[in-house]
């Protein structure tokens, strides 16, 4: 009879053995953590953050190619005066060059012509003529432009 309690001996050591295994597993493993609720303001910074820095940079580089190019202010080669629309995509323009001469150019859909050169007494508005709106319109470089 010990040879036929031996087998069972083992296979009870080894279902015991297993069950210790499977127990000492079980309270080993962590328990499973509740995932924190969700911020909305964490997020929204996560978005906003980045894209302010983007932004950013987009200006900080468009500012370096301005002045890199001489195109800010007073520097710019040409400046706009004033523009008068004189049809549906007809426009007389009026520019000041960096040199201080003042053109007045007609610009078209597929064109664009020299008018006529103007004199710095011809676009200059004088202070005497006070805030009266039909003074200044009077005044105006392109109504001189257009009496001649």
Known sequence: MPERTAPRRAAALTAAAALMLAATALAAAPAPV???????????LGI?????????????????????????????????????????????VL???????ILAI???TQSVNLIARLEEDDVAVDP????A?????AKSPLDVLLRR
């Open 48 to 92: 906003v953050v980045p894209l302010g820095f983007m932004i950013l940079a987009l200006l900080l580089v468009l500012r370096l190619l301005r002045r890199r190019y001489g195109m800010v202010g007073s520097n710019a080669h040409l400046s706009v005066l004033q523009i008068l629309p004189v049809g549906p995509r007809e426009r007389v």
């Open 34 to 44: 509740a995932a924190p609720a969700p911020s909305y303001l964490r997020e929204l």
């Open 128 to 131: 005497d003529d006070g805030p």
């Open 106 to 108: 007609g610009v078209g």
């Open 95 to 101: 520019l000041r060059t960096r040199a201080g001469r």
């Open 133 to 137: 709106p039909a003074a200044r319109a």
